[in-house]
C-alpha cells in the first residue's frame, strides 16, 4: 500500500493509533521545518511547472560537493514506533551523480535507514542500515536512470527494517538496525565538476504514536 493521502487517513480511528505527515510541495515556497544547505553553492526551490508541484535541490560545485533538504531539528524518528516512509524522486541524471540519505538519518551515531547511490561505487541503488556497531548494506540491483521512482522504507519491528523500489521489496534488513531519533533527509552530491539535481514530487512519513 501507499502512504500517500487516502480516506483511511482521514478518519478518527487513524488519528488514534498513527502520526501521519506529507509534503506534496504545492504552493510558491518550501516549508518552514526544513534545513536546506551544503557544502558549496545550490539551492531547494519549488518547482511550479512540474504538475502537482515538486521540490528540486540542486548542487552546484566541485567533485564531491552537495547539497540537502532535511527536518531541521526534528528528530522525532525513532525505531520502536514502527516508522514509515515514501518519497517519489526522479534523477536529473545517472551520470556523476550520489544521492545520499534518502530516508531516515540521526546525527547520533550516524544512525540511518536510507537508499543511497553514487556513481563512483556503481550505477545501481542501494538500501543501507546503520547504528553504532556498523552497518549493512544491500544492492539492489535496480540502475540508476531518469524516470520517477517511488522509494519506501518499513519497520514491521524494532529490529527489522524493509526497503521497496516500486513496490518491490528490495531489501530485508534485521541487523544494525538504528535505535537512536532520527529525521527525514535527502541529499543530492556531483561526483565532477558540474551542476546536479534532483527532483522529489513528494514525501510521506507515518508512525504509531
Excluded at 502520526?19 to 526551490?45: C, H, K, N, P, T
Excluded at 531539528?73 to 525513532?78: E, K, R, S, V
Excluded at 521489496?169 to 544494525?176: G, I, K, L, R, V
Aim: proline share 1%; net charge negative.
Amino acid at each position: 500500500m501507499s502512504y500517500v493521502k487516502s480516506h483511511e487517513d482521514f478518519s478518527i480511528n487513524s488519528w488514534r493509533n498513527q502520526l501521519l505527515w506529507w509534503d506534496d510541495f504545492l504552493g510558491d515556497r518550501v516549508q518552514d521545518e526544513y534545513s536546506i544547505g551544503g557544502d558549496a553553492g545550490g539551492s531547494g526551490v519549488v518547482v511550479d511547472g512540474e504538475t502537482g508541484g515538486v521540490i528540486r535541490i540542486t548542487c552546484d560545485g566541485d567533485d564531491g560537493d552537495d547539497y540537502q533538504i532535511f527536518w531541521g531539528n526534528y528528530t522525532t524518528i525513532i525505531n520502536t514506533k514502527l516508522p514509515k516512509f515514501e518519497a517519489r524522486v526522479k534523477l536529473e541524471t545517472a551520470s556523476n551523480i550520489s544521492v545520499d540519505f534518502l530516508g531516515f538519518y540521526g546525527t547520533l551515531n550516524s544512525s540511518r535507514a536510507m537508499f543511497w547511490c553514487n556513481t563512483d561505487v556503481d550505477a545501481n541503488w542501494h538500501f543501507q542500515t546503520r547504528d553504532a556497531a556498523g552497518q549493512t548494506n544491500t544492492d539492489t540491483g535496480i540502475a540508476l536512470d531518469t524516470s520517477y521512482h517511488i522509494f519506501r522504507i518499513s519497520f514491521i519491528s524494532s529490529t527489522q527494517v524493509l526497503a521497496y523500489i516500486d513496490g518491490t521489496e528490495e531489501a530485508d534488513h534485521s541487523t544494525n538496525i538504528p535505535t537512536d531519533h532520527m529525521f527525514i533527509d535527502l541529499k543530492i552530491g556531483t561526483e565532477e565538476n558540474a551542476t546536479k539535481y534532483v527532483d522529489m514530487d513528494y514525501w510521506v512519513v507515518a508512525q504509531d504514536i
